[in-house]
C-alpha cells in the first residue's frame, strides 16, 4: 500500500513539473478575478445564462440560469451555499449585473457529500 501512495505521488510530482507553466499562469491573473481555468475571454451578452455563486461576498463557482428563479450548480459548490449567498447575473466583469439573494438550497435526493 505504501508503495502505491510512493507511486501516486511521484507520478503527481512529474506530471505537475510537466504542466507547471499552467500552474502559474492560474495564479497570475487578478486576485478574485472571474474566469475558466485556460479559457479565453467573453462577454456575457454571449451566455446570457450564465451566473455567479457568491459565498461569504466572495464568487465561489459558476451557475446556471435556468428559470426566473432558479440557477444551477454542480453540489459541491451548493454544499458551501446558504441564505446568506448570493448569486449575480448580467456581469462580465464581476462589478455590474443584477444581485439575488439565496432563498434556498435544494441538493439532489442522491447526492452524498
Known sequence: MESRAATLLLVIGIVTAAHGFKVKKLFSG???????????????????????????????CTATIISDSWVITVAYCA???????????????GNTG????????????????
Open 30 to 60: 487578478k486576485k478574485g478575478s472571474l474566469g475558466i481555468y485556460d479559457g479565453s475571454s467573453t462577454t456575457i451578452q454571449k451566455h446570457p445564462y450564465v451566473a455567479v455563486l457568491y459565498i461569504n461576498g466572495s464568487p465561489y
Open 98 to 113: 443584477k444581485s439575488y439573494n439565496v432563498k434556498t438550497v435544494v441538493y439532489h435526493p442522491k447526492y452524498d457529500p
Open 79 to 93: 454544499a458551501y451555499a446558504d441564505t446568506t449567498s448570493t448569486i449575480l447575473t448580467g456581469s462580465s466583469d
